[in-house]
Each structure stands twice: as C-alpha cells, then as structure tokens.
C-alpha cells in the first residue's frame, strides 16, 4: 500500500509563498497520478492540482492557475506544490493524494491513498 506524508505549511502573509511536500511510499509510486486537495472547515474537499505518474501531464483547477505549480520527483518519492501568491481564502488543510491509476482525475473519491494533511495559513 502507499503511504503519504505531507509537510511543508504554516503561516504566510498574503502574496507570499509556500511549497508544500508529499513524501510517498510503496512498489509503483512512480506510476499513480497524485493530486493536492484543500479543505477549509465547514466546506467541502476541494482540487487543486493533480500530475501523471510520469509528470508529463498536469492540470490545475481554474483558480490557482499560474500560481501554483505541481510537480514530482519520483527518485526521492516526493510530489510538492509550490504556491505563489497566496490569498488568505486559500487558507486550509492542504493533503496529498495517489490515485491506483496513471490517468489525471479532479474527483476526490477517484483516489485511492491520502496524507494527514498540512495546515496552510494565509493572513491578510
């Protein structure tokens, strides 16, 4: 099984950046697509970002694009998300996820693994 752990979160003022990572294990890491999801409380799990197994392939949801960018180094099992100017309504929980397919989905029921999450603060 594959076991992700998130780090990288804490405070930020707006306009300010964070990279977030996910540091994953198990046999085929290098062949899921994984994505970021947020979760604010109260509110629904919401995607962010996702890449194929063999990063040739990215998709981002409409509002971070050209701010955030996803990536992976499959050799060090990591993914990480580096956010760029952050607006405090994007504070969230942030988490990782794998899928058990190499095909890019936005649906968090589509993936399969999940991290713990990493607190992502953006203050105004």
């Known amino acids: 099984q594959v076991q992700l752990v998130e780090s990288g979160g804490g405070l930020v003022q707006a306009g300010g950046s964070l990279r977030l990572s996910c540091a994953a294990s198990?046999?085929?890491?290098?062949?899921?697509?994984m994505g970021w999801f947020r979760q604010a409380p109260g509110k629904e799990r919401e995607f962010v970002a996702a890449i194929s197994g063999s990063s040739t392939s990215t998709y981002y949801a409409d509002s971070v694009k050209g701010r955030f960018t996803i990536s992976r180094d499959n050799a060090k099992n990591t993914m990480y998300l580096q956010m760029n100017s952050l607006k405090p309504e994007e504070t969230a929980v942030y988490y990782c996820?794998?899928?058990?397919?190499?095909?890019?989905?936005?649906?968090?029921?589509?993936?399969?693994?999940w991290g713990q999450g990493t607190q992502v603060t953006v203050s105004s």
């Open positions: 996820a794998a899928r058990n397919n190499r095909l890019l989905r936005s649906r968090s029921d589509e993936y399969a693994y």
């Open positions: 198990g046999r085929t890491f290098n062949t899921y697509a």
